[in-house]
T-cell receptor, first 113, second 119 residues
Framework: GQQLNQSPQSMFIQEGEDVSMNCTSS?????WLWYKQDPGEGPVLLIA?????ELTSNGRLTAQFGITRKDSFLNISASIPSDVGIYFC?????????????FGKGTRLSVIA | GAGVSQTPSNKVTEKGKYVELRCDPI?????LYWYRQSLGQGPEFLIY????????DSGLPNDRFFAVRPEGSVSTLKIQRTERGDSAVYLC?????????????????FGPGTRLTVT
């Protein structure tokens, strides 16, 4: 099935560094979401974006909804060991209703203390 | 409050057997979704319920897969004649029915998943 293109696939960073990852699509999405998944757990919602150009923060996390509606990025500032995990972007074609999400393949983040 | 729960957490079965996976959504969440996550991949949509009825089952890979939600709460995903390729983590999510101007409180909340291994 269709999946969003996430990059990078994996990252190894030093504690305290900033992190940036992005997600692109060949088609328009009207909702962009960022989830984090820890081993043995389900994805946990971090940030939700509903308008093109929207920039939203959640603590050390900042995400933007691209103005073309075909991309989004997630930044993590001053990384800490508990940031380790797999970060997924997800998109929804329509803003209204409860249509299912399309996910990327994830970015695996490793933080070296 | 309690989140989405899924049972069993792990299931090992032999090729050709029948399995049932259960999802208990967050209380009050009318919408319920099943996704499948293969190793190294993101979740892929299988089926979505609004209340008791399947609103969208376009993600079910074939007729060996079936899901029910008879009372609009707990859902069961049923897989007949399992194949080794069915091995994956099966995730369930639930949500409120979203209004026109939604916010994050209407998004999908995921359970921990059931890891299915077909030998």
């Amino acid at each position: 099935g269709q999946q969003l293109n996430q990059s990078p696939q994996s990252m190894f960073i030093q504690e305290g560094e900033d992190v940036s990852m992005n997600c692109t699509s060949s088609s328009i999405f009207n909702t962009w979401l960022w989830y984090k998944q820890d081993p043995g757990e389900g994805p946990v919602l971090l940030i939700a974006l509903y308008k093109a150009g929207e920039l939203t923060s959640n603590g050390r996390l900042t995400a933007q909804f691209g103005i073309t509606r075909k991309d989004s990025f997630l930044n993590i500032s001053a990384s800490i060991p508990s940031d380790v995990g797999i970060y997924f972007c997800a998109g929804r074609k329509r803003n209204s209703g409860n249509t299912p999400l399309v996910f990327g393949k994830g970015t695996r983040l490793s933080v070296i203390a | 409050g309690a989140g989405v729960s899924q049972t069993p957490s792990n299931k090992v079965t032999e090729k050709g057997k029948y399995v049932e996976l259960r999802c208990d959504p967050i209380s009050g969440h009318t919408a319920l979704y099943w996704y499948r996550q293969s190793l190294g991949q993101g979740p892929e949509f299988l089926i979505y319920f609004q209340g008791t009825g399947a609103a969208d089952d376009s993600g079910l890979p074939n007729d060996r897969f079936f899901a029910v939600r008879p009372e609009g709460s707990v859902s069961t995903l049923k897989i007949q004649r399992t194949e080794r390729g069915d091995s994956a983590v099966y995730l369930c999510a639930s949500s409120l029915i979203a209004p026109l101007n939604r916010d994050a409180s209407y998004e999908q909340y995921f359970g921990p998943g059931t890891r299915l291994t077909v030998t």
